[in-house]
């Protein structure tokens, strides 16, 4: 899990990293930066960051060997030749060798499904392991945290009709962690900053992602003649994209950035959504679609993240050789070779995962890997549909997820190659292989 950061020397960085790192040193909130990460990074500093690659890297092979367990499979060979494809073909040795927040989102996905569905197959001190995991894991991103209301909210929408499988004890434990990751991270920003709020920039964001659209310069043309806006002036002339607008050299920092703007971009952000509902509509499933075939992995991960430098430089000085002597910082990571496996594994394995869905409402039959398959399935369009809709559509945002995907297929083959193993022994009193349970295929 961890050869992509053992090659390069250090930590893989990315430009948001700088942000988090900050956290503990500036006393103040930052847009999109999760304080609860800020200080998970902080005190992994003195062994230059491998302490946190080493907890990541342990937590993801915790949470499969886990989540492969209630289905049965528990030899040690398995699970090494499923991590070995995972690692291999997917984006989740990169996420787990970097510092950010990514490979939390989808190890939250597999541990609410264990923690609801699958409680009693688990022991109490793994159960609050998992609750922990999960609320942690929430509380690092708003977007992981978002995805993660959404399941536990059709959870609750299904458990009508799906009593046998999903209890009420395992919905309340799946939504308290929803609760819980959001008191850590209000509780993190108050302990570093002195303000009892949550994360900025949602409106910023989502803000950034209409201008993208041209619903902001529709709006400012339509309203400028009648309300002053600080956009107005500049309303013939704003960025094609919103990463020029929020992180270019753009008049948002002419502006005064998110301290300047964010009542405006808030406002504006608000009443266009009423004033242009359609195109609103239309522009949010355009960009959920686009999310999800977004999938290649190292967006963002490249030698070129000048703010993360001079965080390390600022506040981290004993790290700058070994920072510098990276193979990233060397311009030496070229993720296209992976791409060409990544990309047509991960949008095969998401085919393959409603597939899945599809064959068993065939069948009408509803089994543990049905459920895993529509949980994550839930998960990837919960995913493209927040960062799409609120940020645009980004690879990182889809790589950071998809490879869960892969996951179900793998385990859905190892189901399918014991059942057929069984299928062909012979019965030990006949010597006449084993006749197939009504209704598999």
Known sequence: MLTPAIWNGYPLLQYDTGGYLARWYEGYLVPSRSTVFGLYLYFGRGSFFWINLAAQALATFWILQLTLRVFGITRPGRLLSIGLVLTLATALPWLASMLLTDIFAGLSVLALYVLVLHGDKTSRVEKVSLFVFIAFAGATHSATLGVLLGLCCVGWMAWPFLRGRLSVTGLLQ???????????????????????????????????????????????NDHCGKAVFKLCPYRNALPPTADDFLWGNSMFNTLGRFEGMNQEMSYIALHALAEYPLWQARAALVATAEQLVQVATGEGTHGWIPHTYGIIERYYPRQIGAMRAAHQQHWDINFKPFNWVHVPVALLSMLLTVALIGGAIRRRRLDDLTLLATTVTLALLGNAFICGVISGPHDRYGARMVWIATFVVLVAYELRRRQHARDEAPDMTTGIPAAPPAGLT
């Open 174 to 220: 799946g939504s308290l962690t929803i609760v819980v990751g959001a008191l850590m991270l209000l509780a993190a920003n108050f302990a570093l900053s002195g303000k009892l709020a949550w994360t900025p920039g949602g409106y910023g964001v989502a803000f950034g992602r209409m201008l993208q659209d041209g619903i902001v310069a529709r709006y400012l």
